[in-house]
Nanobody, 128 residues
Framework: QVQLVESGGGSVQAGGSLRLSCAVS????????MGWFRQAPGDEREGVAG????????YYADSVKGRFTISRDNANNTLYLQMNSLKPEDTAMYYC?????????????????????WGRGTQVTVSS
């Protein structure tokens, strides 16, 4: 079974930074995609950032472009989300996800349906 475990969440004031980590096991980085999603109370789960492990193509939600960076460390089987200039609206539970090929050679990094495995989440709270 593929397993993903998030860490690095916490409370930070607006303008601050956090780096989320996702430890991955049972998954080959070269065979699919990885992503970060978030969900605030009362809202639907939103795709934040994704990366295709074949050529490192990335996706970022418009709301986080220029502030968040997704990256991976193949040697340590870890996915990261560097979050800078945090805003109160970034407050949410953040989930790490992994997906395999399921739409031919197309990859929908921003869509929940692209991903097959999910972590339990790590809470990020941003205050003013």
């Amino acid at each position: 079974q593929v397993q993903l475990v998030e860490s690095g969440g916490g409370s930070v004031q607006a303008g601050g930074s956090l780096r989320l980590s996702c430890a991955v096991s049972g998954y080959t980085y070269s065979s699919g995609c990885m992503g970060w999603f978030r969900q605030a109370p009362g809202d639907e789960r939103e795709g934040v950032a994704g990366i295709y492990t074949g050529d490192s193509t990335t996706y970022y939600a418009d709301s986080v472009k220029g502030r968040f960076t997704i990256s991976r460390d193949n040697a340590n089987n870890t996915l990261y989300l560097q979050m800078n200039s945090l805003k109160p609206e970034d407050t949410a539970m953040y989930y790490c996800a992994a997906g395999f090929e399921k739409y031919g050679d197309r990859w929908y990094l921003e869509l929940e349906s692209q991903y097959d495995y999910w972590g339990r989440g790590t809470q990020v709270t941003v205050s003013s």
